[in-house]
């Protein structure tokens, strides 16, 4: 295997680990942001149901019930108001529900399905849990849900929830004597439910980790071609070349290494040095065909000094 090829399967590996890796996280953070975002989104909603049913107890019930005319104004209802001002903004944002529901309604269209029976038994349960949240459906119909319990918490609630003899004879009139009475001080008569969709929250998160990992390849795809390139010119070609001088030099051709082209850049040492080695050889071995010298056969042994004759050795 070409060691180009070799190091494109290694750093691939490391670079698909690595966007692994980095995408998990991402993912990780970026579906922890979008349900912080739901989260904030349901609270905000259910906060303005609240602000909302605040109001209407607090500043346009006492207004309404200055009026005598013997009929009953449901906008004086905090419920009754925080549920139509929140049906009136589902207009706009269809995905976006609030219900408040309760197991014994004044408005029978306001019965706890179900699931809602659950959430209320669980506050009915426990007096210090104070809100519910979770996901309910699938797919693109996936939605967060916020719950928190409503408790008879104030005296002015219970003028049209205790009994039905108490309540506004209008109110009777119109919505019965047998539902939504009986409630007491402190019970939790209700809960308010926020349903909030998830799928945009989730498809903004997944392209958000989409556009990190598109990026991502991006950078390494290029910066791999040009190392890949780079390593081809300067690496690998010149050693391939050396590699032919090498094996030139080493068969018996003689000559055969200096007729390559010359490698530039560092390896070009390298394959002077071989040319050079490959030269050597060549005379050494031409001197050793020619056989001993008659006249250095005369010429006396080595000198005194201890020096050897090395006028007329070529470099080996
Ligand atoms: C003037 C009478 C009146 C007062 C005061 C009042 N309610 Fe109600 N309440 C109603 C009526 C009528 C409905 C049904 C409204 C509708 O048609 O949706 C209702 C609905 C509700 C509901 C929704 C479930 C159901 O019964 O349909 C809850 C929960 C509720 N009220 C709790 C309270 C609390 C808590 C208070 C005190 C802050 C309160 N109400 C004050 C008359 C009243």
Redesign the pocket.
Known sequence: MRIETRFAWIIGFCFCFGVSVAGYISYKLESRQAHDEIKLKANMLLEAALAVRAYT?NDV?PVLQTLQDNDFH?A?????AA?NTMARLAQKFPDYKYR???LN???LN?RASDWEVGLLREFQADAKLLELDGEIGSGKNQRFYLARP?R?S?S??M???STAAAA?VA?VAK?GPVN?FGWKMGDV??LQLMEVPTAPAREKAFNSVLVTIGSLTCVFVLSAAVFLLLLRRHVTDPLEMLTRVAHAASLDERGGSASLAMVGGQFGDLQQAIVRLRTSVDRAMRLFERGPDPARALTPPAAPSGKADTTDSDPV
Not at 76 to 80: G, K, L, Y
């Open positions: 107890g019930a449901a004086q209802v905090p419920s009754f549920q408040e529901s309760s309604p004044t408005n306001d409503i008879m104030s002015a609630c003028q049209c929830h506004p109110m919505y939504g008569v209700g």
